[in-house]
């Protein structure tokens, strides 16, 4: 099926640190998303991404949070500062944006954030 | 609200029997309700799904029934076997037009040989 990348696979920072998570969405996809998950628990989302803007953020996305795709290259969420509850595992999800509620959305891999 | 709510959190059953797993919702303007399985150190992936059009859909072993009025939906697996045991998350998709999908909080599902 549709394949969603994401890199890195782990990333272990300290607290205060910036990091950015890269996303490589399916090639002809355009809505964006990213899920938080914290060990043991459902997937949590974050916010989604069109048309190189911010369509809806959760509570969850703190103002240390900012996503963007420069030039149809990596989606990427930066984290900055970053604090000890960042903790967690990001997943990247892409939908091929068809206009309606209801796009099917690929998961990626994730990245295994660890902040000390 | 849009909470979705998922039973049971945890389902011990034996191989070639069935699986169920309920989840109901809050937003009524839900039209989309995905199937998500994931096993440990994975990504979520997609291996069922429904949409308001519809009252139930079969992929081989796996049943979805939703009830638009009772706000709720299933999942059935029949002939369960040791493959299927993983943690399974049912989701729908809430709130502004934006696609944001809304997870239960999972069902871990063994199946004993």
């Known amino acids: 099926g549709p394949k969603v990348l994401q890199i890195p696979s782990h990333q272990i920072i300290d607290m205060g640190q910036m990091v950015t998570l890269n996303c490589d969405p399916v090639?002809?996809?355009?809505?964006f998303y990213w899920y938080k998950q914290i060990l043991g628990q459902q997937m949590e989302f974050l916010v989604n991404?069109?048309?190189?803007?911010?369509?809806?953020k959760s509570k969850l996305f703190k103002d240390q949070f900012s996503v963007e795709r420069p030039d149809g290259s990596y989606f990427t969420l930066k984290i900055q500062p970053t604090a000890l509850e960042d903790s967690a595992v990001y997943f990247c999800?892409?939908?091929?944006?068809?206009?309606?509620?209801?796009?099917?959305?690929?998961f990626g891999p994730g990245t295994r954030l660890l902040v000390l | 609200g849009e909470q979705v709510e998922q039973l049971p959190s945890i389902l011990r059953v034996q191989e070639g029997s069935s699986a169920s797993i309920n989840c109901s919702y809050e937003?009524?303007?839900?039209?989309?309700f995905p199937w998500y399985k994931q096993e440990p150190g994975e990504n979520p992936k997609l291996i069922i799904d429904?949409?308001?059009?519809?009252e139930r859909k079969q992929i081989q072993e796996l049943i979805v029934l939703l009830d638009k009025k009772a706000k709720r939906f299933s999942l059935h697996i029949t002939d369960t076997q040791p493959g299927d045991s993983a943690m399974y998350f049912c989701?729908?998709?809430?709130?502004?037009?934006?696609?944001?999908?809304?997870f239960g909080h999972g069902t871990i599902l063994r199946v004993h040989p």
């Open positions: 989701a729908a998709n809430t709130g502004a037009n934006t696609g944001k999908l809304t």
């Open positions: 999800a892409s939908s091929p944006g068809t206009g309606r509620r209801g796009d099917t959305q690929y």
């Open positions: 937003d009524s303007a839900s039209n989309y």
């Open positions: 429904i949409r308001s059009n519809m």
């Open positions: 991404f069109y048309n190189g803007k911010v369509m809806e």
């Open positions: 090639s002809n996809h355009l809505y």
